[in-house]
C-alpha cells in the first residue's frame, strides 16, 4: 500500500510472519525486499533512540530478535537496509545512532558472515561517518565502530 508510517508492533508482526512462514524455496520480489530492509532500519532507528525504561525492554529484544533472524535467513535484505543508510543525508545527531547500529551488527554472531560479504559496504559507510562528522574531538561512538570494524572485518576486506 501507500502507508508512510507504520506502528512499530505492526512491523513486528510483519517481520514475525515472515520469519516463520517463509520457505527458502520462495524467491521474494525485489519491492518486498526493499520494504523489508526500509522496515528494518526504521525498527532499529526507533529502538537505538527510544527510552531505555524497563516497560520497553521486552518489546526492545523481540524486535530486534525479529529484524536479526530476517537478516539471518535473507542477506539480501540486510544489504539492501546497508546500501540505503544514505550517510550524506544524515544530520549529526543521526551520525551516532547509524555507528552504533553497524558497531551492533558487526558484534552479532548470527551475523558475523553476512556482515563480512558485505565488508565493503561496511567500509564505505564508515568512510562517510567518518567525513561527515563536524566536530574535531574524536568521539566514543566512532572510536567504538571504528575497533568493532578493525576486529571483526579489516582482515576480510585486505584479503
Not at 530492509?37 to 526504521?42: E, G, V
Not at 525504561?53 to 540486510?78: T, Y
Not at 551488527?105 to 565493503?120: E, G, I, K, W, Y
Not at 561496511?122 to 570494524?149: A, G, H, R
Request: aromatic share 6%.
Amino acid at each position: 500500500g501507500g502507508l508512510i508510517i507504520m506502528p512499530d508492533s505492526t512491523i513486528g508482526s510483519v517481520l514475525h510472519a515472515i520469519n516463520t512462514l517463509l520457505d527458502q524455496s520462495c524467491v521474494l520480489s525485489e519491492t518486498l525486499y526493499t520494504f523489508l530492509a526500509s522496515n528494518c532500519y526504521s525498527i532499529f532507528n526507533c529502538l537505538l533512540t527510544m527510552e531505555k525504561d524497563a516497560e520497553h525492554v521486552q518489546k526492545r529484544d523481540n524486535l530486534w530478535g525479529e529484524c536479526i533472524s530476517l537478516f539471518s535467513m535473507l542477506p539480501n535484505v540486510l544489504k539492501l537496509m546497508l546500501q540505503n543508510l544514505q550517510v550524506s543525508r544524515a544530520c549529526q545527531e543521526e551520525l551516532p545512532v547509524i555507528a552504533q547500529l553497524l558497531r551492533l551488527l558487526l558484534q552479532n554472531p548470527q551475523l558475523r558472515s553476512h556482515m563480512m560479504t558485505n565488508a565493503f559496504l561496511v567500509q564505505q559507510t564508515l568512510q562517510d561517518v567518518m567525513n561527515l562528522k563536524s566536530c574535531e574531538i574524536q568521539e566514543q561512538w566512532l572510536t567504538d565502530l571504528q575497533y568493532c570494524f578493525n576486529v571483526y572485518l579489516s582482515k576480510q576486506i585486505q584479503e
